[in-house]
């Protein structure tokens, strides 16, 4: 029978991509560890979405944040050995902001989450997201990183988290444009 664990991080350390260890409350794996944790959850609103096409957006950006956690978790002299997040993925959710934003309104007012399941969904997943956008610049504000692409790759994956909830929300009939400040579904 396999064992699915390993007892070497009893004593409080995590292992990196690369030599060594740190202990599991170090940046470095509070970031990855939030980075895992807006992939995860961006699988719960890739269940609930009501589009197959937005879904596989969803798993292609799950794929990245494998990657960019990757490099996330490998010491800073193995990094670059992790590298796949660069420009063209930060232009590619940018066309799928514009994808799905370009027939949408801005809406005037505050927006939360909500009315629909995949929204509310999407709204936690964007939350989260900047959560690790913190962390990341943290660490990358300490020396711990050198990818300039992380960082805005988060920035634009809220960004587009944001954008989902609305189109998800006009496609079961929710108008936020028209709402006042506050009000709720």
Known sequence: ?????????????????GRGRVPKHDLRPWAYGTVDEASAALGLAKSLLSSEDTCQVLTQVQHDLYHLMA???????????????DATHVEWLELQIEKYGGGLEAPTGF????????????????TIVRRSERLVAELQDEGGLSNPHLLQYLNRLSSLCFV?????????GIDHKNRTKGESG
């Open 1 to 17: 029978m396999p064992r699915f664990y390993s007892r070497r991080g009893d004593d409080g350390s995590t292992g990196l991509l």
């Open 71 to 85: 490099e996330v978790a490998a010491t800073i002299e193995e990094a670059k050995r992790f590298r796949t997040i």
């Open 164 to 172: 989902l909830l609305l189109f998800e929300d006009h496609e079961a």
């Open 111 to 126: 927006v939360s989450g909500g009315d629909t399941t995949s929204g509310a969904a999407l709204d936690l997943a964007r």
